[in-house]
T-cell receptor, first 115, second 111 residues
Framework: DSGVTQTPKHLITATGQRVTLRCSPR?????VYWYQQSLDQGLQFLIQ???????AKGNILERFSAQQFPDLHSELNLSSLELGDSALYFC??????????????FGSGTQLSVL | AQSVSQHNHHVILSEAASLELGCNYS??????LFWYVQYPGQHLQLLLK??????LVKGIKGFEAEFIKSKFSFNLRKPSVQWSDTAEYFC?????????FGTGTRLQVFP
């Protein structure tokens, strides 16, 4: 158990809908990272938050957004969903900022299926 | 329960030494297998993957991994490491809709 909690584990929805994925980092961790895993492309970094502020942005679509709340949990919002958004979405956390060579701890992921 | 185990938490090598990082998983059925690498200050990137076919898979930067189904293992190897291989390495088996990351192995290579 990494200490990172993601909910829900599975989500099935229709095209055009909007969903919210939630991540609770390990106790004391300030950084939260979101990744998208598709089988053919592997893991794609989406976005990082550090202590409530956006720190780094990767291949995140404009239809997607995220935020980190004062209690350090984070939400990833996916809107106007398309079939191609079906994937595993992972959250990871680290104590500070990954640029200080910190280890990432991964949640178990949310499997999103867009029908 | 499905799980993955990376035996080595921290490995220290000199340049030109050979590397083998262990990875065992407990999934049943068809499994796809990934190794990811995180270089200092960078995000995770895919090192190599196995879906089917030849159990010896070659990845980037001279890395390879061998899938041994009978041992539920997917060990990562490199014949001769370089200082630039210093990074964190994650094994990640994927089964249908479930992918679990190992705890990672920190590799330090000294010149």
């Amino acid at each position: 158990d990494s200490g990172v909690t993601q909910t829900p584990k599975h989500l099935i929805t229709a095209t055009g809908q909007r969903v919210t994925l939630r991540c609770s980092p390990r106790s004391g961790d300030l950084s939260v990272y979101w990744y998208q895993q598709s089988l053919d492309q592997g893991l794609q970094f989406l976005i990082q938050y550090y202590n409530g502020e956006e720190r780094a942005k990767g291949n995140i679509l404009e239809r997607f957004s995220a935020q980190q709340f004062p209690d350090l949990h984070s939400e990833l919002n996916l809107s106007s969903l398309e079939l191609g958004d079906s994937a595993l979405y992972f959250c990871a956390s680290s104590p500070r900022n990954h640029r200080e060579n910190e280890k990432l701890f991964f949640g178990s992921g949310t499997q999103l299926s867009v029908l | 329960a499905q799980s993955v185990s990376q035996h080595n938490h921290h490995v220290i090598l000199s340049e030109a030494a050979s590397l083998e990082l262990g990875c065992n998983y407990s999934y049943g059925g068809t499994v796809n297998l990934f190794w990811y690498v995180q270089y200092p200050g960078q995000h995770l990137q895919l090192l190599l993957k196995y879906f089917s076919g030849d159990p010896l898979v070659k990845g980037i930067k001279g890395f390879e991994a061998e899938f041994i189904k009978s041992k539920f293992s997917f060990n990562l190897r490199k014949p001769s490491v370089q200082w630039s291989d210093t990074a964190e390495y994650f094994c990640a088996p994927y089964n249908t809709d479930k992918l679990i990351f190992g705890t990672g192995t920190r590799l330090q290579v000294f010149p």
